[in-house]
């Protein structure tokens, strides 16, 4: 069983910044492949960003590509997503989920094992 707790949302104007984290349970933290969804009112659940393990080589949508950044802490059992150059549509619930059957982290919501409850970002304009 893997728990996910996100935290770091929160209000904020377009052009700021926000970092995510999501921490996770589990000793096997380090061989998770890591994502970050997010939901925005009315739409589904899209891909943000992504990072494997190991290589901790990264994936992201073309909408944050430039200024959102996925990172890794395994020795904190943590994963980041810093954002940067916010902007109104980057409003939604971001939820951090955890891969454990894959080295490459993918883009598809049905490969991720295990999710957190969410974090909500808001951007105003």
């Known amino acids: 069983q893997v728990q996910l707790v996100e935290s770091g949302g929160g209000l904020v104007q377009a052009g700021g910044s926000l970092r995510l984290d999501c921490v996770a349970s589990g000793r096997a933290f380090s061989t998770y492949a890591m994502g970050w969804f997010r939901q925005a009112p009315g739409k589904e659940r899209g891909f943000v960003a992504a990072?494997?393990?190991?290589?901790?080589?990264?994936l992201y949508a073309d909408s944050v590509k430039g200024r959102f950044t996925i990172s890794r802490d395994d020795a904190k059992n943590t994963v980041y997503l810093q954002m940067n150059s916010l902007k109104p549509e980057d409003t939604a619930v971001y939820y951090c989920a955890a891969d454990l059957s894959r080295t490459r982290a993918g883009a598809t919501p049905g490969a991720y094992d295990y999710w957190g409850q969410g974090t909500q970002v808001t951007v105003s304009s």
């Open positions: 990072i494997n393990w190991g290589s901790g080589g990264t």
